[in-house]
């Protein structure tokens, strides 16, 4: 009988234990039974299909499709499920570090490829022999459009030490050669910020192609101790956005004071307003333009409208694209991504931009195409290729330039004292 003294208090912990077990587990559904009926109905779903299919399905596939159409149901452009790789893929362009070639290219919807914008210095791809201008169309022998931008991107990068084999066109006396390299992944540094020599009349241009966690630390390196810059212009054009607390520094940089971007969350609650702290990298009065277009997205529009709205700089153009949601990336178990819009932004004047862009306080550049870019933009994956001009990417090159020539003539003849007043003919 003594030895048996203890077993009445320890079925008593035991039931304890289950009891909170249950009540942690289950607990929170009691509340919401309809919840609880959904996620079984979801679960009963996946296995009956998984297990009784006439057709054998991957159960990775299954869940990917039912995230995918959950999204999908959200009616926004943004909340999306990755797989792995390409979860991997937008990790590495907020780091801003990745095993790959070191090139910067543009991604071309009409075609389905990628033009060569840049490349890193004596990186693999300037070794190898790829050129500024070079269209990289294959990877891996499976042509880019097949694949679809990201997965490109993803193939063309890898693990450090590896190699990829890029099949890239190449126009010489107007007729396309392709050529094939196979090139050893290094470890990239994307050179997110460039800054160009002044020209004659003493005007810097500065370069953001995107915004990620060296962003901040290579623009103050850029621009600290700037001298006898008579104007800046901060050219954010075809930059697509990227971290949103990398674009509060950024724009920090240029501000002394002022509210940046006010983030508003479900039910129009305001969590958080972003305002600029003392002191800035660029000397006050120094004159800037911002150059944006149709591409400019997300954090460049962050960036933009808190220089435009706090009256730091003028905004030099096209209307750009509309991006006012904040995206959070997440993790699943299984590897896989889920990219969820979960916020808005304002920008310091209280506006959303969502779907409308920010409007160029001078608009420069040919209208005609102005309207066949922005309906581009909206379109996204919908777009027809085929209905662009013949002539497309001459008029873009020529209506790039129109937007710098004007932005330079805006500073050559800026005066503090009368800045709203300057209006430039567009020649």
Known sequence: MEKNRYLPGLTLMLLAVVAIWWGTTYGPYLGN?????????????????????????AEEALVRAAIDGMTRSLGDPYSQVLSA????????????EFGGIGVEVRYRPDTGDFIVNELVENGPAMKS?????????????????????????????GIIGTSVNIGIMRNVNNINNELYYNIMRD????????LAESDENGIMVLKISGFDTHTPDMLREKLSGLKNCRGLIVDLRDNGGG??????????????????????ERGGEVTEIARATKGTVVDPQIPIVVLVNDSSA??????????????????????????????????LPNRMGLILAVSYY????GKRIEGIGLHPDIEAGDPALRQELRRMSLEG???DPSSLPPNYLEQRKASDAEQMRIAKEYLLHFKADSQDKIQLEQK
């Open 129 to 157: 022999g790829i050129i500024i201008g070079d269209v990289i169309f294959k990877v891996n022998s499976v042509l880019c459009r097949d694949m679809g931008q990201i997965k490109s991107l993803s193939n063309i990068r």
């Open 243 to 264: 971290e949103l607390n990398a674009a509060r520094e950024v724009a920090d940089h240029f501000l002394d004071s002022g509210v940046i971007y006010t983030v508003i």
């Open 381 to 383: 994956g919908n777009f």
């Open 33 to 57: 039974r309809d919840h609880y009926r959904n996620v079984r109905s979801l679960q009963l779903a996946l296995n009956a299909i998984y297990e009784n299919n006439v057709e054998p399905v």
């Open 346 to 349: 304002a920008t310091p004047s």
């Open 187 to 194: 470890k990239i540094l994307l050179q997110s910020v460039r």
């Open 298 to 331: 997300s954090a460049s529009e962050i960036v933009a409208s808190a220089l435009q709205d706090n009256g730091r700089a003028k905004l030099v153009g096209y209307q750009t694209f509309g991006k006012g949601t904040i995206i959070q990336p997440m993790r």
């Open 85 to 96: 790789e390409e979860f991997e893929t937008l990790q590495e362009d907020v780091k801003g």
